[in-house]
């Protein structure tokens, strides 16, 4: 997948091979925006960033970002701006949401070769972690904590500031 110099794309699949405007052998452009939103493949799987090569711009301000979910608004699971020449990242991303959001940022100055990233699909988890959690009424002895999640139950654990073992919340 070759993204946009600027525009929204849309695909769904999983093993991609996603690369910025200049393609896999060229320089991407200046002053663009561009976001591609893959969704996986299948029913019940989610997207996953397996890594990859970027080189960003060092006299400009150009980004990748990449979000949980079809929208920029969702969880930022990676970023990155300049690079210093060329960075390869070897990670594994999951998007407990299914879909994922590459948005490609670049100002009008300076370019460079740009990235290749790789994607993959793999299921859902069954128990998604907790979102959207805070805690208030803090207190010596208590705090409540709260959350939003789709599980049926959580195991919760704390432990005191500078105390290295956990305890569980029964």
């Known amino acids: 997948i070759i993204m946009r110099t600027n525009g929204d794309t849309t695909v769904t699949g999983c093993g991609l091979a996603i690369y910025d405007n200049g393609g896999p052998a060229g320089i991407y452009s200046s002053s663009s925006v561009s976001k591609l939103v893959v969704y996986p493949s299948g029913q019940g799987n989610a997207v996953t960033f397996r890594g990859g090569t970027i080189d960003l711009s060092q006299w400009s301000n150009d980004a990748?970002?990449?979000y949980e979910g079809d929208t920029t608004g969702g969880t930022p699971l990676f970023s990155c701006t300049y690079t210093g020449g060329t960075m390869t990242i070897d990670t594994l991303i999951v998007?407990?949401?299914?879909?994922?959001?590459?948005?490609?940022?670049?100002d009008f100055y300076d370019v460079a070769a740009g990235y290749e990233l790789f994607t993959g699909c793999t299921p859902l988890p069954s128990c998604l972690r907790p979102r959207n959690v805070t805690v208030s009424a803090v207190s010596a002895n208590s705090a409540q904590v709260s959350w939003t999640g789709s599980a049926l139950s959580y195991n919760v654990f704390y432990r005191e500031q500078g105390v290295g073992s956990w305890t569980a919340l029964t």
């Open 64 to 66: 990748l970002y990449i």
């Open 95 to 106: 998007s407990e949401l299914g879909p994922m959001t590459f948005l490609f940022v670049t």
